[in-house]
């Protein structure tokens, strides 16, 4: 059975930092690329905020968290990290990881449950 727990949200003020973890256990965590999304409010969609690949040799950031976010992670401990630094109260929301995979024409994903992140402004 996959699960994916993430940990580390809270209360913070704007310009402080927060470090998100991800822990995944039942799947082969060194063969999947992990993502971080955020859902701002319930109902509306989840958006990117950054994804690493299965090797960690490259990642992507979404435009509003570029030189402020870091994604990394750690395929000895099956984790994964957001590192968020600068926040600002727009980064308020609810924050998952996701596990992907795609080998041809079949796909694997798996969702953690999330953890929510309030900046104050």
């Known amino acids: 059975q996959v699960q994916l727990v993430e940990s580390g949200g809270g209360l913070v003020q704007a310009g402080g930092s927060l470090r998100l973890s991800c822990a995944a256990s039942?799947?082969?965590?060194?063969?999947?690329?992990m993502g971080w999304f955020r859902q701002a409010q319930p109902g509306k969609q989840r958006e990117l905020v950054a994804?690493?690949?299965?090797?960690?040799?490259?990642?992507y950031g979404a435009d509003s968290v570029k030189g402020r976010f870091t994604i990394s992670r750690d395929n000895a401990k099956n984790m994964v990290f957001l590192q968020m630094n600068s926040l600002k109260p727009d980064d308020t929301g609810v924050y998952y990881c996701?596990?992907?995979?795609?080998?041809?024409?079949?796909?694997?994903?798996?969702w953690g449950p999330g953890t929510q992140v309030i900046v104050s402004s």
């Open positions: 039942g799947l082969t965590f060194s063969s999947y690329s």
């Open positions: 996701k596990a992907e995979k795609r080998f041809l024409d079949t796909s694997w994903s798996y």
């Open positions: 994804r690493i690949t299965y090797s960690g040799d490259s990642t």
